[in-house]
Structure formats: structure tokens, C-alpha cells
């Protein structure tokens, strides 16, 4: 019997277009997941938070006269709440700094410094 | 040979699925590509809520040093721990223990699963008295400046003041050898300082040194990192000379002991750094290109610090602390010698004769003092230049430069055969070129109007 070649497969359309689909919606789907995790873990929020929190507690350290100071402080184009509260009790003067996104109620920084008064 | 029925004639079986399949594969390493990228966000998040936290306990183990320094003597007695907790939800542990003539804080905070020990040294706040060039206390002397002196700055003295004179034949120099005001007293400020302090440490260092398990016979080169030396306990006792040729300490997160009885030579380029005493019951040389740094060396007989040496710890004897050759003193070492009695059967005190630049402060301290001018001194030698203060409860020689403050009994020097009592000559002083807030031992109560001042402080690795 003769063998016989058979002509070359090929894909039909259809089948092409459900697997071009399949793939486009599986990757929009993975990469709007990665945007969301990371949005929500807000590194750089940390980052900025960090750097506010430090630079009020040094200056407070220095010496201010507001006992508080409640304020929206601009960082990197993204808001954040700013909340320091200075007690004296005798020599030792306390700090307490919050810092959180405008708006939010998560706390980025929670932190509190205590600074001894300088007698002379 | 079988052939599907539906397969045209001609026309091979096609390859159906394989688009799927692929694409399959395909999502699936974009999936395994994904959950890396989110393995790797997480980390980085991780690690900045880490460093936040970090960043609040340590702002909460400073915040136990600033208590530390509203302490006044007396001073504490025992290494007991202080914590409380803080109103933003962290702890702080706070511990002080006298260390040479100063005081040594340990502070804990702990935020989140975070800690930070931070490590510092307490001295005094430098009294108003340090304002001034110098001070000499004794009443009956005048003070006496010849050859090319000059002092800069508020001089304090009794109430003969301070006069020119002529050695061996010649005049002062400069006849306008002094800028600032005369302040003449009758009764001086005398120099004095709390030596409970002093002495409470050395008790608690040979309670130490009784209590200390592992004990080496003979004599030992201590060479590689310290890393096994100090893991079993704190402290380690040699029976003998102990040599440290290239030993790598680097430790603040508590006090490190190391006891000899016999000589410890620091040489090579060894690096002792940090929360360490060293403590001989002969002599301590460094010498080579060793760098000690924070640490505090104690010997009963002599210390000798020499060749390339850097130096910006605490070194304590009751007898002589040399510096000689090119050793480098940098801020914020601390000599102290303090004598049983006001004689000497030879030479004691402190002897600066360094070509390097100097940043110390000298404190010469006595016992027992009957004779009019005690024995005990500070030698600055020609030459040698000193930023920071000499305090002096004998005499001082001063023959260089002084950036500083001297507060002293008496100034002295001899040129065969006499003794010149409460001269400078050759001598200069320029107070306002001290740039730094001078480490200084604990101040007697009744003189404390200040916080204790830190003299530094460091934060212990993790």
C-alpha cells in the first residue's frame, strides 16, 4: 500500500483567538493582583512616615513651644497625618508621634522619645 | 493500516490541543513569575516594617540614657536593672554600674519584636571653673610666667594674681603674654571629684575578677576573632601575661572582662573596641598599631601607651600612665592616676611626650596629701600639643600646648638644680580653641547642678 504524506496541521482561528483571550485576561488578572498587594502593603508609606516621625521628634528634642502639633504634611505627593504631643514631667521631657495616611486610620509610626532638660 | 473514517484522504491526523496546552504552560510560569515578584514585595515590606520598628525602639533605648543622666550621686551600688513601659506600648531597661571614673549605661528598647541596646558613658557637666584657661588653686604662690608663654583666655588664682618673671637671665617674651581677666581669690575652687565613684568600680571589678570561671594557667597570645573567647560568660582570667596580637573585640551590648595577673601587651593591629576592661596587676603596654576604643584599662603599676597606637578609651593606675612615641589620644580618652599618697618612689603621675596630636582629658587625683607640693604631676612635654583639660590635684608641668583648661594645686617645673613652684614657662594655653565638651570624671554631689553629660553613646550591634 502506498504511504501516504499528509499535508501540514495547522490551527484553526477560533482556536487561536479563545487561546490569545485566555492568555490576555489571565495576565491582566495577575498584574492588577501584584498592583493591589503591593498598594496595600504601602512600602513607601512606611518609608516616608519613618523619615516624618524621626525629623518631629529631633525637633522637638531641640525645643518647641506647642505642646501639640496636629498637621498634614506633604510627602512624595502623598499626604500623611502628623500628630506629636510633648508632656514635661519634671526633668524629662516626653514626645509622642503618630503619623498615619491622611484619612486613614492605620498607624504607619507609633513612636515616643524622652529627652532630659537641660539645667544650668 | 487503519485510518480514522472522518480524516479526508491525503490529510494527516492534526495535532489538536496543543495551543491550550501551550498557553497552560505559559500561565503557569507567569503564575510562578508572579508569586516570586509577591514573595519578594512581601520581604521588602517586611523589611521596612522592621526598620520602623527598629527606628521606634531606638528612640525608646535613647530615651533610657536621657534618664540615665538625671542620676546624681550617690551613685549606684549594684547592676540592677530600671524598666518601665512607655505609652506607645514599648518597654525600656535601663542599667548603670560605675565604670573607672565615670558611669556606664545600658539601655534597652523594645518595640514590636524589636530591641536596640544602646551603650554610653556619663561624665560630669563641665562646671562654670572650666571656662577658664586656668585655675590654680593654692593661695600662697603666685603664678609666675616667663619665657615664650602665653595664655589665652580667664585666669583664676590666689590673691597674689599672676606675675612675669625672668629665668635665667632673660625676660618674658611676649610682654602682652596674657588675654583675658585676672580673677584673683582668696580661697580658690581646689580640684575635687567623686572618688566613691572610682572606687566603688574598682571593688565591683575585683568581685568580678574573684567570680570569674574560666580561668587560662599560663600565659596566652590572643590572636583570631574573639568570637569563642567570651561565648562561655563575660569575663576571662589569664594566670599569667596575656599578649593580644591581632584580636578583633567589638562589643557594646553588655561589660567584657579581661583580668591577667601578670603584663598584657596590646600590639600588632589589634582592635579592641567597646564595653571592655582590661585590667593588670603588673603593667599594660599598647604599642604597634593597636586602636582601643571606649575601653577601659586598669594596671597597678604603669600604663604605656606607645608606638602607632590610637587611644580613645579610659586608662586608670594608681601610679603612671605614659604616652609616648606617635600614639594618637583622639576624644574622648580619659588618663586618670590616682595616687595612695603624695610621694612617689619614682616617677608618677601622667606623662604626655607624643609627637601626635593629643585629645584627653588628664585627672591626677591623691589620697593622702601632707607634703606642700605632692610628687604626683601631669608632664605636658615641649612639643606635644593637648586639646581638652588637665585637672590636677598635685601640681602640673606644663613646657607645651595646652587647647583647653588646666585646673591644678600648683603649676611646677625643674631646671637643675632649682625647682620653679607654680611657673609656666615656654608654656601656652589658648582656651577658646577647645572645640568639645571635655569628658570628666563624676563631680561630688554638692557641686551637681547639672544633668550628667554623655561622653558618648553607640548603639550595640544586632
Known sequence: ?120 | MTRCSWIPKGCSRPKTGTVLVSMLAVMAALTIIFLVALTIAVGVYTRHVKAVNRMTASFLADSGIQRCRLSSPPIPKCDTANCWQTPNGGMVCTRMLPWGPVLLAFSEGTYANQQVTTAAVLGATPPAVFKAAIVVSDPEYPLVVSGTTTITGDVITGPLGITSGRFQGQDIVNEHYHTGNVIALQRPPAPKTDTAVLHQYIRDMQTRRAQCRKRLPASVTFRASEAGLWQEGRSVLVENNAFLDGLQFDRRDSTYSLFADGRVEIGGHTQVLGTIEIISRTTIVLKDSAVVDQALLYADDSIVIGGAVRFSGIAISPHRIVIRDRARLEFPAMLVVDAPSDSCADSCGIFLRTVAPVEASCIVLIEEHSTRIPEPQILIDTNVTISGVLVSQCVVDLRGTLLGSVWTTLFRFYAPPTTYVNWLRNAHVDRPRLTFVPALPILPGDTVASNLHVVWQEEAKP
Open chain 1, 1 to 120: 500500500m502506498k504511504s501516504v504524506k499528509g499535508a501540514e496541521s495547522g490551527f484553526t482561528i477560533l482556536e487561536v483567538l479563545v487561546a490569545a483571550t485566555v492568555f490576555l485576561v489571565g495576565l491582566s488578572l495577575l498584574i492588577s493582583l501584584l498592583n493591589t498587594t503591593l498598594g496595600r502593603l504601602g512600602t513607601d508609606d512606611l518609608e516616608a512616615a519613618g523619615a516624618l516621625a524621626k525629623s518631629a521628634i529631633l525637633t522637638a528634642s531641640v525645643g518647641t513651644d506647642a505642646a501639640a502639633v496636629d498637621t498634614v504634611l506633604v510627602c512624595s505627593g502623598k499626604k500623611y497625618h502628623l500628630h506629636r504631643t510633648i508632656t514635661t514631667n519634671g526633668r524629662l521631657v516626653g514626645v509622642m508621634v503618630t503619623v498615619q495616611r491622611h484619612k486613614q486610620t492605620r498607624l504607619l509610626v507609633n513612636a515616643y522619645a524622652e529627652t532630659a532638660i537641660e539645667t544650668h
